[in-house]
């Protein structure tokens, strides 16, 4: 989240877009009906009704998979707005803040000119060229602007162009939405451009979860960017984060592309150091905008410290060669999706499942059952039995046919050890052991602490290799504690030995050390601030609570609050300040950035962006700030299986998603499979089932599997509510009973009716609940950054039974 | 001391069921065997283990639209109610907060709460071993409430959607919430206000209590009335008339008894 869920309450209009947050952030739903106590307006998108849209003000309805669309179609009308009626909006911000005013490379062109894709675009390499998607810079290198946002190259301009064909028309003719209610949701959600209005964006997985997710983000970005909505109270875009320290898992960087801290893998094309920092550490020649990222080399070199101590110096490039280098796309070759293709095709040898169960929460879950046969071994560390570390007595298999060597190791509960969660508005929060765990149950971080120590041991023989395993520091303790741990994360002088204070005391000589630059400040000699529960809200009531525990960065709780102010530091809103210059300091939340307001000759808003402005056009602007896979602006493609035709433009699905090996024998089309369907969760189930479907009480809320299915559709097929129905894909099918439904409604797409229907993902054949697992039906494709699987749109037929 | 109550605002409740896993979890119940009848709706019907549960209604509303009706089920907690008036053995009597407490050990399991209910709410289990069946129903936490705490399901409801406190606040609370939705739901209204003398539980509706599957204007029934005014008093006069004439016949046979033991005397004697 840019901000966090106290700060949700401050909202005028909220829109809950491709989230269901009443059933799946219940306890964080508390804010949005603060909110709404408050007067704010709750708008609810979802192709289903839901139980969110129970207390929503608003419900609109959308097919699934035309989310750019329907924000592309707001963003058009924002535009239009903002020519008739610029008093209506906060054009500073937009001008000052944003890189609207940015004049952009003329030779960029974008897919209302070349029909859906934007200029560079190879299709042998399947990936963009993103040469043209530069600014147009002065001669000291800084880049050119028109405040009047005018000039045709210019960022608004060519917003303007980009979204020109997403008129109300076109909208409702893509996602089915009712053209008065779009019209309707376009009026309330525009009015929070105006300054002292908030209007906020949540959204979760029905956003992320496309072959185009990360532009789903990328246009809340635009429209908020538009409204000014970003840094302020009540405002910003909500990530709600599915578990209670996924976030913290981010930040500890458990993906593929990524070291903690949002550092880039080292890739193969890095021979040294010094070429890694050198591809991704941005220069600036505006010394106005304080480049953030311009640090990176003391963030890296922190890291390896942390990791390898003394055997990381100045002679072995600080252990440049101990960490692994990717060859091209990390994500492509080394995410969910690629690594179950890898070890389908028996190249992946060995799996340490931690706390996760792919076997019912992965896409394509017959080919990845299967790839777990592949293996020569597989540990499992989990609460329960899991499908996973069942999968070789599932039924239909004969466990004496499974050659694949299972271990258990028993986990301890969330409750049952001490450390850290951090929540989706960064909240670092520590948490007390409450309760011994059963029988031979440890927390992870004992399991993990003990096999590095053996892992090491093994090492010292000798092998590929050896010494990035051998000269890890690896010590947090005997037996380890969550405190050593926490304590290496913030960092240390190790000149002194002490904690530092926080980021800005790291270097890149290797004189310190720190597990991830992000959460330095979190416990420093000072303490642990992740432990503290004061309730003291601050100088400006916005339910800020700046003592209770620590957020990260640097405890600043709304991310951006330099655009809460104006250029003399006065607050846009002075009624919910988040910061505000007062004598010559800023008074509220941790400024972004401490410096001077912009008038007084101080620093851009925006201090992660290299050029300090925050990117409406995503273009191709420094290192690690090259732009996305698919493209500087959002575009509306189809899902990768669609009934549909692209109506935007002539190219069907986004060029640059990536795809499994196997995805294209196992694709889908209408003639065969004529319905969207969609997966989603509910409030009494969680994930893959793994520990609600052992629990009685919540097997007894939600027994069985079960498939909504519109009125309209059961008529047609002859479904009664309770029938048994199949539900069958390009990937496989599944049995489940029917839940016929008033809250799904076919959708007029173009003149045609298109039906959807949707099914929870919790179930699989452990637990006390068992059911058919709906990702048996999902593809093994996903978005083009991150490969996030297509869960939320894809095709399927269905029959009775 | 003033009547407690809780309030259910049947506009926020996101049927979440919060509320029917913390009734089980601080009161200990078990889970009730349940399958997927075609709804979210589970379990089926309140039992001796299931004390409140939330009921789903789908509603076409007039523009095409639908609307998703949620409800609680459970004891209301009423101040005329029909299970305390028919209970012999006062397992079932009122708590001076007002609400309708039961002690489970006083329960015979004849079963008269069960038929007189208004809202069908106690519900009987026996017990396979000993054969011994009682009912049971919501306790309002008593447990919880006299020690400063809220009921379970209100403590763990994230919306709001219940609360609890002084039930003439509840009430002002419950009427302005009821003006506040009456320009989107015309039928709004305040269930429990007057119901039986008011009840400990009451409800803010969207939609009149039909579409809520509420009784309207629910009575104690006459036979309830009959059973505990007029039946068991005459019951009782029955009994104390049956006694008495116990009584009296014990002396009168008694008294025949002697004389008859007097006159075979004197028969021996004469002889």
Same mark, same amino acid.
């Given at each position: 989240?840019?901000?966090? $869920?106290?700060?949700? !309450?401050?909202?005028?209009?909220?829109?809950?877009?491709?989230?269901?947050?009443?059933?799946?952030?219940?306890?964080?739903?508390?804010?949005?009906?603060?909110?709404?106590?408050?007067?704010?307006?709750?708008?609810?998108?979802?192709?289903?009704?839901?139980?969110?849209?129970?207390?929503?003000?608003?419900?609109?309805?959308?097919?699934?998979?035309?989310?750019?669309?329907?924000?592309?179609?707001?963003?058009?009308?924002?535009?239009?707005?903002?020519?008739?009626?610029?008093?209506?909006?906060?054009?500073?911000?937009?001008?000052?803040?944003?890189?609207?005013?940015?004049?952009?490379?003329?030779?960029?062109?974008?897919?209302?000119?070349?029909?859906?894709?934007?200029?560079?675009?190879?299709?042998?390499?399947?990936?963009?060229?993103?040469?043209?998607?530069?600014?147009?810079?002065?001669?000291?290198?800084?880049?050119?602007?028109?405040?009047?946002?005018?000039?045709?190259?210019?960022?608004?301009?060519?917003?303007?162009?980009?979204?020109?064909?997403?008129?109300?028309?076109?909208?409702?003719?893509?996602?089915?939405?009712?053209?008065?209610?779009?019209?309707?949701?376009?009026?309330?959600?525009?009015?929070?451009?105006?300054?002292?209005?908030?209007?906020?964006?949540?959204?979760?997985?029905?956003?992320?979860?496309?072959?185009?997710?990360?532009?789903?983000?990328?246009?809340?970005?635009?429209?908020?960017?538009?409204?000014?909505?970003?840094?302020?109270?009540?405002?910003?875009?909500?990530?709600?984060?599915?578990?209670?320290?996924?976030?913290?898992?981010?930040?500890?960087?458990?993906?593929?592309?990524?070291?903690?801290?949002?550092?880039?893998?080292?890739?193969?094309?890095?021979?040294?150091?010094?070429?890694?920092?050198?591809?991704?550490?941005?220069?600036? !020649?505006?010394?106005?905008?304080?480049?953030?990222?311009?640090?990176?080399?003391?963030?890296?070199?922190?890291?390896?410290?942390?990791?390898?101590?003394?055997?990381?110096?100045?002679?072995?490039?600080?252990?440049?060669?101990?960490?692994?280098?990717?060859?091209?796309?990390?994500?492509?070759?080394?995410?969910?999706?690629?690594?179950?293709?890898?070890?389908?095709?028996?190249?992946?040898?060995?799996?340490?499942?931690?706390?996760?169960?792919?076997?019912?929460?992965?896409?394509?879950?017959?080919?990845?059952?299967?790839?777990?046969?592949?293996?020569?071994?597989?540990?499992?560390?989990?609460?329960?039995?899991?499908?996973?570390?069942?999968?070789?007595?599932?039924?239909?298999?004969?466990?004496?046919?499974?050659?694949?060597?299972?271990?258990?190791?028993?986990?301890? /509960?969330?409750?049952?050890?001490?450390?850290?969660?951090?929540?989706?508005?960064?909240?670092?929060?520590?948490?007390?052991?409450?309760?011994?765990?059963?029988?031979?149950?440890?927390?992870?971080?004992?399991?993990?602490?003990?096999?590095?120590?053996?892992?090491?041991?093994?090492?010292?023989?000798?092998?590929?290799?050896?010494?990035?395993?051998?000269?890890?520091?690896?010590?947090?303790?005997?037996?380890?504690?969550?405190?050593?741990?926490?304590?290496?994360?913030?960092?240390?002088?190790?000149?002194?030995?002490?904690?530092?204070?926080?980021?800005?005391?790291?270097?890149?000589?290797?004189?310190?050390?720190?597990?991830?630059?992000?959460?330095?400040? /979190?416990?420093?000699?000072?303490?642990?601030?992740?432990?503290?529960?004061?309730?003291?809200?601050?100088?400006?009531?916005?339910?800020?609570?700046?003592?209770?525990?620590?957020?990260?960065?640097?405890?600043?709780?709304?991310?951006?609050?330099?655009?809460?102010?104006?250029?003399?530091?006065?607050?846009?809103?002075?009624?919910?300040?988040?910061?505000?210059?007062?004598?010559?300091?800023?008074?509220?939340?941790?400024?972004?950035?401490?410096?001077?307001?912009?008038?007084?000759?101080?620093?851009?808003?925006?201090?992660?962006?290299?050029?300090?402005?925050?990117?409406?056009?995503?273009?191709?602007?420094?290192?690690?700030?090259?732009?996305?896979?698919?493209?500087?602006?959002?575009?509306?493609?189809?899902?990768?299986?669609?009934?549909?035709?692209?109506?935007?433009?002539?190219?069907?699905?986004?060029?640059?998603?990536?795809?499994?090996?196997?995805?294209?024998?196992?694709?889908?089309?209408?003639?065969?499979?004529?319905?969207?369907?969609?997966?989603?969760?509910?409030?009494?189930?969680?994930?893959?089932?793994?520990?609600?479907?052992?629990?009685?009480?919540?097997?007894?809320?939600?027994?069985?599997?079960?498939?909504?299915?519109?009125?309209?559709?059961?008529?047609?097929?002859?479904?009664?509510?309770?029938?048994?129905?199949?539900?069958?894909?390009?990937?496989?099918?599944?049995?489940?009973?029917?839940?016929?439904?008033?809250? $799904?409604?076919?959708?007029?797409?173009?003149?045609?009716?298109?039906?959807?229907?949707?099914?929870?993902?919790?179930?699989?054949?452990?637990?006390?609940?068992?059911?058919?697992?709906?990702?048996?039906?999902?593809?093994?494709?996903?978005?083009?950054?991150?490969?996030?699987?297509?869960?939320?749109?894809?095709?399927?037929?269905?029959?009775?039974? | 001391?003033?009547?407690?109550?809780?309030?259910?605002?049947?506009?926020?409740?996101?049927?979440?069921?919060?509320?029917?896993?913390?009734?089980?979890?601080?009161?200990?119940?078990?889970?009730?065997?349940?399958?997927?009848?075609?709804?979210?709706?589970?379990?089926?019907?309140?039992?001796?283990?299931?004390?409140?549960?939330?009921?789903?209604?789908?509603?076409?509303?007039?523009?095409?639209?639908?609307?998703?009706?949620?409800?609680?089920?459970?004891?209301?907690?009423?101040?005329?109610?029909?299970?305390?008036?028919?209970?012999?053995?006062?397992?079932?009597?009122?708590?001076?907060?007002?609400?309708?407490?039961?002690?489970?050990?006083?329960?015979?399991?004849?079963?008269?709460?069960?038929?007189?209910?208004?809202?069908?709410?106690?519900?009987?289990?026996?017990?396979?071993?000993?054969?011994?069946?009682?009912?049971?129903?919501?306790?309002?936490?008593?447990?919880?409430?006299?020690?400063?705490?809220?009921?379970?399901?209100?403590?763990?409801?994230?919306?709001?959607?219940?609360?609890?406190?002084?039930?003439?606040?509840?009430?002002?609370?419950?009427?302005?919430?009821?003006?506040?939705?009456?320009?989107?739901?015309?039928?709004?209204?305040?269930?429990?206000?007057?119901?039986?003398?008011?009840?400990?539980?009451?409800?803010?509706?969207?939609?009149?209590?039909?579409?809520?599957?509420?009784?309207?204007?629910?009575?104690?029934?006459?036979?309830?009335?009959?059973?505990?005014?007029?039946?068991?008093?005459?019951?009782?006069?029955?009994?104390?008339?049956?006694?008495?004439?116990?009584?009296?016949?014990?002396?009168?046979?008694?008294?025949?008894?002697?004389?008859?033991?007097?006159?075979?005397?004197?028969?021996?004697?004469?002889?």
């Amino acid at each position: 989240m840019t901000s966090h $869920f106290n700060d949700v !309450a401050n909202s005028d209009c909220i829109m809950a877009i491709g989230t269901n947050c009443a059933e799946n952030h219940p306890a964080a739903f508390h804010h949005i009906m603060k909110a709404k106590g408050r007067g704010a307006k709750l708008i609810n998108v979802d192709p289903r009704y839901t139980r969110t849209t129970a207390v929503a003000d608003l419900y609109v309805p959308l097919r699934s998979g035309t989310d750019i669309t329907f924000i592309g179609g707001m963003i058009k009308y924002v535009i239009d707005d903002i020519e008739k009626n610029p008093d209506n909006y906060n054009l500073i911000y937009v001008t000052e803040y944003t890189n609207a005013t940015f004049l952009v490379n003329p030779d960029y062109k974008g897919p209302a000119e070349l029909d859906g894709v934007f200029s560079g675009w190879d299709a042998t390499k399947k990936s963009y060229n993103k040469a043209t998607w530069t600014y147009q810079l002065d001669e000291n290198g800084i880049p050119r602007r028109d405040k009047t946002l005018k000039d045709p190259n210019c960022v608004f301009q060519l917003l303007k162009k980009q979204f020109a064909r997403y008129d109300v028309d076109r909208v409702n003719k893509i996602t089915g939405t009712p053209k008065d209610l779009f019209l309707e949701v376009c009026k309330l959600f525009s009015a929070t451009g105006k300054p002292g209005k908030a209007g906020n964006l949540l959204y979760a997985m029905g956003a992320t979860q496309h072959t185009y997710g990360a532009q789903n983000i990328r246009a809340y970005a635009v429209l908020q960017l538009l409204l000014g909505n970003m840094g302020i109270a009540g405002g910003g875009i909500q990530a709600l984060r599915g578990e209670h320290n996924v976030q913290g898992s981010t930040d500890m960087a458990l993906l593929a592309h990524i070291l903690p801290g949002y550092l880039p893998v080292f890739s193969n094309t890095d021979k040294t150091l010094q070429d890694y920092l050198n591809r991704v550490t941005p220069k600036w !020649a505006d010394t106005r905008s304080l480049n953030w990222w311009s640090n990176t080399p003391k963030y890296i070199v922190s890291l390896l410290k942390a990791w390898y101590g003394d055997a990381a110096t100045k002679d072995n490039d600080f252990g440049f060669n101990y960490l692994p280098k990717v060859t091209g796309n990390a994500n492509s070759k080394h995410s969910h999706i690629a690594l179950f293709e890898a070890m389908y095709q028996g190249i992946i040898k060995g799996f340490l499942c931690i706390g996760q169960n792919p076997a019912v929460g992965g896409p394509n879950s017959v080919l990845e059952r299967d790839a777990l046969h592949k293996l020569d071994w597989l540990v499992c560390v989990d609460l329960w039995e899991t499908e996973t570390a069942s999968f070789w007595k599932r039924p239909g298999v004969n466990p004496a046919d499974v050659k694949t060597e299972v271990f258990v190791l028993p986990a301890a /509960c969330h409750y049952e050890k001490e450390g850290t969660v951090t929540n989706s508005g960064r909240w670092v929060q520590w948490r007390y052991k409450g309760a011994n765990s059963p029988g031979d149950a440890k927390p992870d971080l004992d399991i993990i602490y003990e096999l590095g120590l053996k892992v090491k041991e093994v090492y010292q023989a000798g092998g590929p290799n050896a010494d990035a395993i051998t000269n890890l520091t690896w010590d947090y303790g005997h037996p380890p504690t969550a405190d050593a741990v926490l304590r290496e994360i913030n960092g240390y002088d190790l000149t002194t030995g002490k904690l530092v204070n926080n980021f800005t005391a790291l270097k890149d000589d290797g004189t310190t050390s720190c597990g991830e630059w992000v959460y330095s400040g /979190c416990y420093n000699e000072t303490g642990n601030f992740t432990q503290r529960r004061e309730l003291d809200d601050g100088p400006y009531n916005i339910g800020l609570f700046s003592k209770w525990a620590w957020c990260w960065p640097l405890n600043r709780r709304i991310v951006y609050n330099r655009a809460s102010v104006d250029l003399n530091g006065e607050p846009w809103d002075k009624e919910h300040p988040v910061i505000w210059w007062k004598e010559g300091k800023w008074t509220g939340d941790v400024p972004d950035g401490g410096a001077k307001p912009m008038a007084e000759g101080g620093s851009y808003a925006f201090i992660m962006c290299p050029d300090g402005h925050a990117h409406i056009f995503g273009g191709n602007v420094a290192p690690r700030t090259a732009g996305l896979a698919d493209g500087p602006f959002p575009e509306h493609y189809e899902p990768w299986e669609s009934p549909v035709q692209n109506m935007m433009s002539g190219t069907q699905t986004n060029p640059a998603l990536l795809a499994g090996a196997s995805a294209a024998e196992q694709k889908g089309t209408a003639d065969k499979y004529p319905y969207v369907a969609t997966t989603y969760r509910v409030v009494e189930h969680w994930q893959s089932g793994a520990m609600t479907r052992h629990l009685p009480w919540l097997c007894e809320l939600m027994p069985e599997m079960f498939i909504e299915i519109s009125e309209e559709l059961a008529n047609e097929l002859g479904i009664k509510n309770v029938d048994k129905v199949i539900v069958e894909s390009a990937r496989g099918n599944i049995e489940a009973k029917a839940l016929v439904t008033k809250r $799904f409604k076919p959708f007029q797409i173009d003149g045609k009716v298109v039906h959807e229907i949707g099914m929870p993902w919790h179930w699989g054949y452990a637990g006390i609940a068992k059911g058919d697992s709906a990702n048996v039906l999902t593809p093994h494709v996903g978005d083009a950054n991150t490969m996030i699987p297509e869960y939320k749109a894809f095709l399927v037929n269905l029959r009775k039974a | 001391m003033a009547d407690k109550a809780i309030l259910y605002d049947s506009s926020k409740c996101t049927a979440c069921r919060g509320c029917q896993v913390a009734c089980k979890q601080w009161w200990g119940l078990e889970a009730d065997k349940t399958e997927f009848w075609g709804t979210y709706e589970n379990p089926r019907d309140l039992s001796a283990d299931t004390w409140v549960k939330i009921r789903f209604n789908e509603i076409s509303n007039g523009n095409g639209g639908v609307d998703w009706i949620f409800t609680r089920q459970s004891c209301m907690h009423c101040t005329d109610a029909a299970c305390v008036r028919v209970c012999p053995t006062k397992a079932l009597y009122y708590y001076p907060l007002g609400f309708v407490a039961y002690d489970k050990d006083l329960c015979s399991g004849c079963g008269y709460c069960v038929e007189f209910c208004p809202f069908d709410v106690p519900r009987a289990k026996g017990n396979d071993i000993t054969g011994i069946r009682k009912i049971d129903k919501c306790r309002f936490c008593i447990d919880r409430i006299t020690n400063d705490l809220e009921p379970s399901c209100v403590k763990t409801c994230p919306t709001d959607a219940l609360i609890f406190g002084d039930r003439d606040e509840l009430v002002a609370i419950g009427k302005q919430r009821v003006q506040e939705l009456k320009a989107t739901y015309p039928d709004a209204y305040l269930y429990g206000e007057k119901e039986l003398g008011g009840l400990h539980v009451m409800y803010v509706l969207t939609q009149s209590p039909e579409v809520h599957g509420l009784p309207v204007d629910p009575q104690v029934p006459a036979t309830a009335i009959a059973w505990q005014d007029v039946i068991q008093p005459l019951g009782y006069a029955a009994i104390g008339l049956v006694v008495a004439g116990l009584g009296l016949n014990y002396l009168v046979a008694r008294a025949n008894a002697n004389k008859e033991a007097e006159v075979k005397a004197k028969v021996k004697a004469k002889e």
